[in-house]
Structure formats: C-alpha cells, structure tokens
C-alpha cells in the first residue's frame, strides 16, 4: 500500500494514471474517506482517463451510473446512503462485481463482504494544515 500526502486536489491527477495501469488486473476498486476528501474528483480523473467524455458526477441519489469508456463501460457507485448489505444486493451489486466491467465505488463499507479479495483498496483522509493522505 502506498500512501502519499497531497496539497491540493490536482496531485490526484497521476495517482489516477497509476491506477488507471491496474485497471486490467483489478476491475473492483474502492473509494473510503470522509465528504470532501476527494472521492469523486479522483474517480473524474480515472474516467476522464478511461475515454468517458460525459460528465461524472457522484451518483449519491441514484446509487449507481454508468458510463461508456473508450474501450468498456465502467459503473460508478455511491453506496453512503444504503443501510444493510441486503439493499446492496437489491441494487444489484453482485451482478455489477460479476459482469467484468470497471466498478468504481464510493462508501464501500457496506458491502465490504460482497467485494472480492482482488479489490483495490483507496482511503483518502484530510490532514493538517489543508493537505489529503491517500493510501491504495
């Protein structure tokens, strides 16, 4: 696991690129952290990398979105609004975990017992005087 301390929101930039390059080994990735420590700005960056040209937002209220990459399709998940791992399941989430495409998810302890081991793991964290932590 690396971790790094960031000072603004742009470093994000080639941590995306460096998980971008594991992106064919790990589908499953998993994005922790507190609001505002960055989640969906590094998933922007991972998509936007990926090809998606659409906007991507985080899907709070409907759960998951789905963009089209320039090779595949890659869903976006917030999962901070479910309250048991059954309404993980009736979302869905297995399916979306088995169908070999991208699985972005944000909030992911929920559902920590659906994930397979071969998961990335990214836990960003506001710190001191302004800066992020971000381990994967």
């Known amino acids: 696991m690396e971790k790094q301390l960031l000072s603004n ?3 994000l930039k080639p941590i995306a690129a460096a998980l971008c390059e594991q992106v064919q080994e790990c589908r499953i ?3 922790s952290g ?3 420590a960055g989640k969906t ?3 922007q960056h991972i998509c936007a990398l990926l090809g998606v040209q659409e906007e991507v937002a985080s899907p709070s209220f409907g ?3 789905e963009y089209q990459g320039e090779e595949e399709q890659i869903f976006h998940f917030d999962l901070y ?3 048991s791992v059954e309404e993980a399941l009736d979302i869905g989430l297995l399916e979306y975990l088995d169908s070999g495409s991208i699985c972005l998810i944000e909030w992911p302890e929920i559902a920590e017992g659906l994930l397979p081991e071969e998961t990335i793991s990214v836990v960003l964290a506001h710190e001191s005087e302004g800066k992020r932590s971000i381990n994967w």
């Open 29 to 31: 990735m998993t994005f």
């Open 63 to 65: 759960l998951v979105n």
């Open 81 to 83: 609004r479910l309250k």
């Open 34 to 36: 507190n609001l505002g």
């Open 41 to 43: 700005t590094l998933i």
């Open 9 to 11: 929101l742009d470093e």
